[in-house]
């Protein structure tokens, strides 16, 4: 079943930092930063999908945005087809940018109230400049079939639409330039399950016919289960483990994704027994633990865990995992 | 066949019968909810099930009689709570029914507190509501009650505003703000929608944990199967302002009747242990939910219904099963499906 694609990287992502300042309460005080993304690095493959995972406030919608540049990048390297995307003019940033587009969370805070579907669609090739006014009305005629709009639906106003109908508007938008690479920011949270069934039917069908690359971001682990060929899962601004779908979710290393994994509420009803229960909730990313992030958290944390901050390592083969230990806790029945 | 109305079932902590909401808009009536029937015992965890605009708050509203009114009203219906009619209640008597015996924990813990009162001084407020006792007692009451939602140092927290608190922490307030008076009927509206899955996991034991020392009857209203599953005995699927199918908890889970309740689980995901299913289609129920100002005649599910039949231009009745399990469909009619 596995498929001839070349594995070429489109998206290489090192040691990604961003720092958002806070304003200082006195002038004496001390400037408090937020370490939002902390040293992120991760490659994807053309035509693949990358899954990131983690509790609110983890640094994954961030990570997205970093790479888009919208937001500002405090350090690190992002190259996009191995080219450094910090090094690229403006013009060549705006020619690049064509080829990179996102797909918001919120269906409803992302379309202007005031502009009809059609214009909101053709509304990338007009900040581009391609094409006059009629190739620009096929091509949104061309997306709207694509995203299973209908035709005359253009001409309505995004309070019009039902939710799912809006995220259609919404990928609509993200495919009009033609783009190689998405970033799916959460596309089905704010939906209902119905609908989440009918997007992710169509993200799917989209990234075969178009052979896009996707960056998917959920909190969701079915969701990213269900559409994700790698996964990375996010603590407090850094992946804590990296692996392919199947290593992550049948053989899950590091305690926090064993955590979460068992923390989803499942259908049946045999998990109900064997549950971990993290205690707490995450730690303000403003004072960030010592040592390793989780250990606040974690039941096997130990002193090396206070003192050292652990590395991502290849613990297996194309499976990484940020932790000290490797064989107590396959010891530890959990 | 066709069911009559819920009787009087004496383990029932809680009846409604034919419970009906409208609300006017533009001078055009809407129907909200259609004739909800449902019984409640005593320590009992209901789960409501549905789709956004399906009518599963607006249930919860009602109960406590709390419809917005204009432009809403319960334009019929009964509601019994201990044999006592709620629907004739004064405004004073249902002030006095709610938090007492029934109350509840709304969906956005961060709105439904008051961002410019500390933690400490809305408790108290809530306290002194229902108990004449005075404000230092109630203080120590108020820190009692936030142990017993596990909020660590309730001393310190007490003083606390709420946008000090992260979001579970919100959540266990409002749950210590329903707990005041041990009510018997707790409703709990979307209590972990807008929170992490390892807090939504904490939230969930510790509601468990109530009921289990109180005997709390609770109504979950949700729209994650996940959360149903994991707390209740007995699941109402709803769809567009009817009660389309009840049943216990298996019974909804491994043999759902209505092709609605079906397309729901159907199109629901869930952790698999297995590489199976990897971008595979998803079942997907076609179309999107009915718009409820122009309501067609006969079975609200029929136009996205695969199963549709000229009969479900008719509007099908609710069928009763026997031992709470009803299903509004015509497919049961005839005991095909």
Known sequence: MEKNVQNKILLKVENLKVQFKLKRTSWFSEQSVVHAVDGVSFNINKGKT?????????????????????????????????????????????????????IFQDPYSSLNPRQTAGDIVLDPLVVHNIGNQKERQERTDELFALVGLRKNQQYLYPHQFSGGQRQRICIARALALNPDFIVCDEPVSALDVAIQAQILNLLCELQDELDLTFLFISHDLAVIQHVCDEIAVMYLGTIVEKADRVALFNNPQHPYTRALLSAVLTGSSDKKTSRIRLEGDIPNPINKPSGCRFRTRCSFSKEICVEQEPVLEEKYPGHWEACHFRTSKTQASI | MISEATEFDPNNILTVKDLSVDFDVKGQSINILSKVNFGLKRGETVGIIGESGCGKSMTALALLRMVPSPPGKISNGEIFLNKKDIMSLSKREINRVRGREISMIFQEPMTALNPVYSIGNQLVETIQQHKPIDRASAMEEAIELLRSVQIPAPEKRISEYPYQLSGGMRQRIMIAMALVCNPQVLIADEPTTALDVTVQAQIFDLLKKIQNKNKTSIILITHDFGAVSEMADRVIVMYAGFKIEEGTLEEIRNSPIHPYTKGLLGSMLELKTDSAGFRERLPEIRGSVPDLLNRQAGCPFGPRCESATTRCLQMPPTFDLGDNRSVMCWLVENGEN
Not at chain 1, 75 to 88: I, T, V
Not at chain 1, 90 to 102: A, S
């Open chain 1, 50 to 102: 990358l899954g990131l995972v983690g509790e609110s406030g983890c640094g994954k919608t961030t990570t997205g945005r970093a790479i888009l540049g919208l937001v500002n990048v405090n350090e690190g390297k992002l190259l996009f087809e191995n080219r450094d995307l910090a090094s690229l003019s403006l013009g060549e940033m705006l020619r690049l940018r064509q080829r990179m587009q996102i």
